[in-house]
């Protein structure tokens, strides 16, 4: 496996502190932060995933607790549009570069819209998807939101 990907590639180029976390990647599993968080030996609440979705028809990123599920909701309007709906996994993988189950927020094709669930604030370090199956990145949470330029809001329930 390579420790080496965009994602982090891009927090190296921007000087941010990161870690990595290795885990057997279970391809047959129904929720890819839950099992990274079982593997890892961490709350599932750490572990953020990844989401591609659409606003309004133009291609957004929402990063909540793998434990958790999205409100399309509140992540539109988050992101200030008037709907959102998820995005085709084919879509999802050829826009940002990523197979899903790898998928990062971080070092994407094309930088789109984002959104961090504020549940992330609670933790000193997260884990999110390090762009490859079976890693994660550990992060501070102020330090991805500078990295990605995102938002942080209530994007759940």
């Known amino acids: 496996m390579s420790k080496t990907t965009p994602a982090t590639q891009a927090l190296t180029k921007a000087g941010i502190a990161f870690g990595l976390a290795h ?10 932060g839950l099992q990274a968080a ?29 434990d958790e599920e999205v409100n399309m909701k509140k992540l539109a309007a988050a992101l200030g549009g008037k709907s959102a709906q998820m995005m085709k996994p084919a879509d999802a993988e050829r826009l940002t570069g990523y197979k899903v189950g790898g998928i990062s927020p971080l070092g ?4 789109v819209p984002t959104a961090l669930d504020e549940l992330a604030t609670l933790y000193d370090e997260i884990f999110l998807n390090g762009g490859q199956r079976g890693l994660q990145i550990r992060i501070r949470p102020a330090d991805l939101v500078a990295a990605l330029n995102c938002v942080t809001a209530d994007l759940v329930r």
């Not at 030996?41 to 929402?62: Q, R, S, Y």
């Not at 994407?108 to 930088?111: E, L, S, V």
Request: glycine share 4%; proline share 9%.
């Open 108 to 111: 994407q094709r094309r930088a």
């Open 23 to 32: 885990y057997d990647y279970d391809p047959n599993a129904e929720r890819v």
């Open 38 to 66: 079982e593997a890892m030996g961490v709350a599932p609440a750490e572990v953020f995933k990844t989401l591609m979705a659409e606003l309004d028809g133009k291609p957004i990123c929402a990063i909540v607790p793998s």
